[in-house]
């Protein structure tokens, strides 16, 4: 299913002009969220960074159109289902600089979200490619995403599910789709997003909630040898909500924190069902 | 001008499906080369890139397809173009997976080159954004080229008229779209190609030509002080040629070498013309 200029169709295609600058140089931005109930999930924390993302990149976006865009899509079937709403700077005149004025595209399509999607394990292999803060397309989910792309086939060559990302200076960034948390006791740790990784929105949302879990959550540079030492490792993002990383590069990471796990999955199954009424059937 | 699926039309727009990944994920390679008189320069040596970069991205191309779509579009007329070949990795499902099978998508558009298109000048503003050797759109021409368009706009802002990008040690890489080369005596020095930048076709020609214009040229890491310590410094790219590189962030840079600039003018000049046939007419 499409949203496309106002318009919803079960088109599989659009029209796009060749000089569309999302084709020709990824010179856009996305989005990707989960809907249940007819409901987006999270959808104002999603559109706050997409506006966010698109002041840094000089791109000007109408928040009510694209606010539409996520609800109307998210409205056309209660069934469960992913949102990807993308942005191109639209068409523009050969060469790299901004097309004056802007005329940005911007268009949405919905496939299904299933419950298998959720909750599950991973394995990760670290990758040769790394994510820079000097770099703005790691900070940012933006069209030009094929450095992700290769660290993810890396992995999969390597027999594993996801990539280990690191940052410069060969700290812990993210998985080439996912933010990355280590606990420790009663506490969990992410890397601080000083530009190397996505602030991600279910990211955002451990670090606000964890406290009323009586877990304290904090951001921290991490290592890959405090993955190794971490009682437990999870991986999050919009679609999988929290995956349990069981190894890194072939080595079987601990899995001793199932406290932590469990209450996580508790607090999103509430959140989700809060915003949109849809009741996760994953036992807990 | 558009060629796509063996058909050239005067199209400015395409259909494509919305799960294509060029669009999606910048997952896909351009190559951007001129044609004059129905001829496109340095054809093989743009196709062997592409299917160089082609093999590190594990994108399977025909490259009898690619170099018809080239020839085909040059041919159409005789007046001198760019063309612009993409190639997308083309459909796939939700996710980063690589397509099993893959089927690429691939067009080329046309579009008019002109004379004050070569032989120009720039002045550069250092950016905050660099390349990294870790980084494999770095040193391909991706459709993920976010990076260098904010690099570009950037430079921009400052005034200026493109970026000076450096590496993740700090050394010269290249501009946002072009290589670098510093003139010292009868030596021009360009950075080695070890993953930070595009090793672009003209910076390869001149490298592989420079002996028989007396002038010795050589691949070293560069700083930027060695560019304020030049007697010249150019940039090459395939359609602007050679371009004369006059100060960089605000301070203008030596010109004391204006016989090698002549030199190169006049080979790539005697190139063209025992290549297409075409009389550059810019005064040397």
Not at 55 to 75: K, M, N, S, T
Not at 97 to 120: D, I, K, Y
Not at 185 to 202: E, F, R
Not at 236 to 260: C, I, K, Y
């Amino acid at each position: 299913m499409l949203w496309h200029r106002g318009q919803i169709s079960e088109d599989d295609g659009m029209t796009l002009l060749t000089s569309d600058r999302g084709l020709t140089l990824g010179d856009g931005l996305f989005e990707t969220l989960p809907a249940f109930e007819g409901k987006a999930f999270l959808a104002d924390a999603h559109l706050d960074r997409l506006m966010a993302s698109a002041a840094r990149f000089r791109l000007p976006l109408d928040r009510a159109v694209l606010a539409r865009a996520v609800a109307e899509l998210a409205g056309a079937d209660k069934s469960p289902c992913v949102i990807r709403l993308s942005v191109s700077r639209g068409a523009g005149q050969r060469g790299l600089a901004l097309p004056e004025p802007q005329t940005p595209n911007l268009w949405a399509t919905r496939s299904p979200w299933t419950q298998t999607m959720a909750f599950g394990t991973a394995r990760l292999a670290t990758s040769s490619i790394r994510r820079h803060a000097t770099s703005p397309s790691s900070a940012h989910k933006t069209l030009s995403y094929l450095d992700s792309i290769m660290a993810f086939d890396e992995a999969k060559q390597k027999a594993a599910d996801d990539a280990l990302m690191l940052d410069g200076s060969g700290h812990v960034a993210s998985t080439a789709m996912a933010n990355l948390f280590a606990v420790s006791g009663s506490t969990v740790m992410t890397p601080p997003a000083t530009g190397a990784l996505l602030p991600g929105i279910m990211r955002a949302l451990i670090l606000d909630h964890a406290g009323a879990l009586g877990v304290e959550a904090i951001e921290k540079p991490l290592h890959p040898r405090d993955l190794y030492g971490a009682d437990l490792v999870f991986a999050t993002n919009s679609v999988r909500l929290v995956t349990h990383v069981m190894a890194l590069d072939g080595v079987p990471l601990n899995s001793s924190a199932d406290g932590v796990m469990t209450a996580l999955q508790t607090l999103i199954k509430r959140l989700i069902q809060d915003e949109t009424g849809f009741r996760l059937d994953v036992p807990s």
